[in-house]
Structure formats: structure tokens, C-alpha cells
């Protein structure tokens, strides 16, 4: 695998899409940004795109990658002689959460492999290893997924939102969900540390494609509103990526802490350094409205400091007992709601964030 010379690893391509041929302007950023430089030597690739949630309303509102951008890559892989492999972790419990293959059904992925030669990985079944973190600010060891720690190159494919807990959800946050535990929930009492750890891993060989079609503003990375951005990123560095995205939505990367703590820790890259191609950042910045910390947000936020808490939180006794009984209410005061599994009764699929 090739590695990018500083000029590269600084930049970052911009993609307006104009005229709706995504394919054509997925391919075109992918020649601009020198992707098969960093193809070279490369004999696996792992594609992570954002799958967060299942739920037919919430991925037109644009929580989930976008599957035209996601077919534009494949197709673009396909040119070349890799394994190619696209994945993504559960989320949630056999009762309540996010269930993958529901998400992946949904967006027509299972279509797309009878089209392109790739694999589809759960991360929470594939076989796992523990892996230690150097020079961790919180994060000292970590489960990982072992088909996600063998490729070459990681394609990272995150979106352009606002979270009710990172600020923003981009590149940086996308790579939570390698993390195979679905009850990673678990990692949130230390996220903007957790989060800055978790990708030193995989910095040196990563490349981000963004999914900026559709934004979301609000209660993201699932409840909030969409926008319409009609833009598409690619970088050589997370941290490059999201100091762009951060701009383009009306932030600063001081004001995103796991951005700020992977840009003075552990990139290569510094926020001022970062060079932008193809569009300039200001006629196409709008800024955003952040997510709300209503009460419902702060309780999640003070459960998740205390792991006793979210043991109980997440039983199926719990669950069936009194987080079905009051579903509605807690829907309302949340935002949005999940999915039930396997009992069902027609409530829909929902996400989980």
C-alpha cells in the first residue's frame, strides 16, 4: 500500500454534484484525489461506510451513506485486481437496536454483490482480536475485528451530520462503529479521547470518501433534518476531512473535542495546514444548527458514565419490561425511536445511534 506524501495527506477535494450523475462525480473526485495511488500495493480493501440506522425514513433524511455513492466506488474497484470487502458492527441488543442486515437489505447492498464482486462483514461475528492502543489518551486496549485489521486500505465513507454527542459525525466518528461491541455505548463516558485513540490506529492506511449529498442538522446522527449539500469529500487524513467538513457545516475544529484531541495527539496533519481543492470552503459553508443536550440527551450522557447503569438499561429484562411498555413516551422525549427484534409488532425498523 502507498503511502501519501505530506502535500496529500494535507489535502482535501471537494465535489459539487450538480446535475444528480453521482457516479460521474464519484469518479471524477476519485481520479482528483489520487485514489489509485493509494491503491497501489494494495491487495485488500475494507469499506466502512455509515450504516447507523434501518429505518426507511430516517436513511432518506440522510443518516446512512448514500448506496449511489457506495456503488460508484465499487464499480471504481472494480478495475482492480483487490478483495474487496464492505462492513459494519451491530448496534444494540436481540431485542432493541439496529440490526444490520436490515439496514443492508433496505439500501439494496445484497443487489449490488450480485453486481460487483465483494464481500458483506459483521463485524461483531467476524473473528476479533484484542488491540493495544499506543500513546492512548483513554482507550488503552481495544476488540477489534480481525477482516477490518488485515486490509490494506480502509475506505472510510462517513456523513455529513451533526451528533447530539461529538458535535459532528464525520470521518473521525464513522470509525466508532468498528468497534464489533454493540453496546459500545459503553466507550461514550470517554468518546472525544475514545474516539481520537481509535483512529490513530488506522491512520496511515485510510482513506476518506464523504458522503455530503445530504446533510443532517439537528438531533443527528438519526432524528435530525436534512440538507441538501450535493457535495462529496475525499482525503488521505481523517483529521483533514473533518477540519473541512467541520467549516463546511458552520464549525470550528476547536469547537469538535475528538477532532481537536486527533489533530494535536495524534495526525499528521494540523488544522491550518489543511489545503482544499476543487471548491472554495465559504461559498458553500451554511451553518448548521447543533443538536440539542435536551433531558433526555443529558440522561444519556450521565448513564453512560456509570457502566452499572447501562448493564441494567440494556437487559432484555429491562427492555421488555419497561422500555417497550413506555415506548412511545421515551420516543418522544428522544427524538426518534428503534427497532424491536424478534417480537416485532409492526412498529417498523428504527435506528440506533
Not at 434501518?54 to 465499487?74: C, F, H, K, M, Q
Amino acid at each position: 500500500m502507498a503511502q501519501p506524501d505530506t502535500m496529500t495527506a494535507r489535502t482535501v477535494h471537494i465535489q459539487t454534484v450538480t446535475d444528480g450523475d453521482v457516479l460521474a462525480a464519484t469518479t471524477r473526485l476519485l481520479e482528483d484525489s489520487d485514489f489509485a495511488g493509494r491503491l497501489a500495493g494494495s491487495s485488500s480493501v475494507f469499506i466502512k461506510p455509515n450504516l447507523v440506522s434501518d429505518v426507511p425514513e430516517y436513511i432518506a433524511a440522510g443518516s446512512n451513506t448514500d448506496t449511489r455513492v457506495i456503488e460508484a466506488l465499487l464499480a471504481y474497484l472494480g478495475d482492480y485486481d483487490v478483495r474487496v470487502m464492505l462492513g459494519e458492527s451491530e448496534v444494540g441488543t436481540r431485542l432493541k437496536g439496529r440490526k444490520l442486515s436490515a439496514a443492508l437489505a433496505y439500501m439494496g447492498i445484497p443487489q449490488l454483490q450480485k453486481r460487483y464482486d465483494f464481500e458483506i462483514v459483521n463485524l461483531t461475528e467476524a473473528d476479533q482480536t484484542d488491540v493495544d492502543v499506543p500513546d492512548a489518551l483513554w482507550l488503552r486496549r481495544v476488540r477489534l475485528s480481525r477482516p477490518l485489521l488485515d486490509a490494506d486500505l480502509i475506505v472510510n465513507m462517513p456523513k455529513l451530520k451533526t451528533h447530539k454527542y461529538a458535535t459532528i459525525t464525520c470521518a473521525l466518528k464513522n470509525m466508532f462503529g468498528a468497534i464489533p461491541d454493540p453496546l459500545r455505548i459503553r466507550y461514550h463516558a470517554g468518546l472525544d479521547k475514545v474516539l481520537a485513540d481509535l483512529n490513530s490506529l488506522f491512520r496511515d492506511r485510510m482513506y476518506v470518501l464523504l458522503d455530503g449529498l445530504v446533510g443532517m442538522e439537528g438531533q443527528g446522527p438519526l432524528y435530525g433534518t436534512p440538507v441538501e449539500m450535493n457535495l462529496l469529500l475525499a482525503a488521505h487524513c481523517p483529521g483533514a476531512c473533518d477540519t473541512v467538513a467541520a467549516r463546511l457545516m458552520g464549525f470550528e475544529p476547536g469547537q469538535v473535542p475528538h477532532l481537536a484531541n486527533y489533530l494535536r495527539h495524534f495526525s499528521h496533519v494540523a488544522a491550518d495546514d489543511v489545503v482544499v481543492k476543487g471548491a472554495e470552503v465559504e461559498t458553500l459553508r451554511r451553518q448548521f444548527t447543533p443538536s440539542r443536550r435536551n433531558l433526555y440527551v443529558k440522561f444519556e450522557s450521565w448513564m453512560c458514565r456509570h457502566p452499572s447503569i447501562v448493564n441494567i438499561i440494556f437487559s432484555d429484562a429491562f427492555r421488555r419490561f419497561v422500555s417497550r411498555p413506555l415506548h412511545p413516551i421515551i420516543s418522544r422525549l428522544r427524538g426518534g425511536s428503534y427497532s424491536w427484534y424478534p417480537e416485532d409488532k409492526g412498529d417498523g425498523c428504527r435506528g440506533h445511534d
